[in-house]
């Protein structure tokens, strides 16, 4: 039977702070660029998108059930992922 309990999220590793903080650069960098006549919390709307999309990827990649890491995790990030940068692209 499926239950609850044995779903677990595993805590996200240092290093994946510094790559969001690294992927939001980026992408505020991108931003600024590809639209220049924008304004920068523009950019920087787009900066906090990105990262919050990483940290949404990577919290549902590292999912498991009962111990055991499940590939429903990782498509589940992607999907979620996806759905928040059309959201935001979209408004």
């Known amino acids: 039977m499926f239950t609850l309990t044995l779903l677990r999220f595993s805590p996200l590793p240092k290093e994946s702070h510094l790559v969001a903080v ?11 660029f590809a639209m220049p006549g924008s304004a920068a919390a523009d950019s920087f709307a787009t900066a906090v998108v990105a990262a919050v999309c990483w940290y949404v990827y990577k919290v549902f990649d590292g999912m498991t059930y009962d111990g055991a890491e499940t ?14 940068c059309i959201g935001y692209f979209m408004l």
């Open 22 to 32: 690294l992927i939001g650069v980026l992408a505020y960098i991108v931003d600024s």
């Open 71 to 84: 590939a429903l995790g990782t498509v589940a990030g992607l999907f979620l992922s996806v759905v928040i």
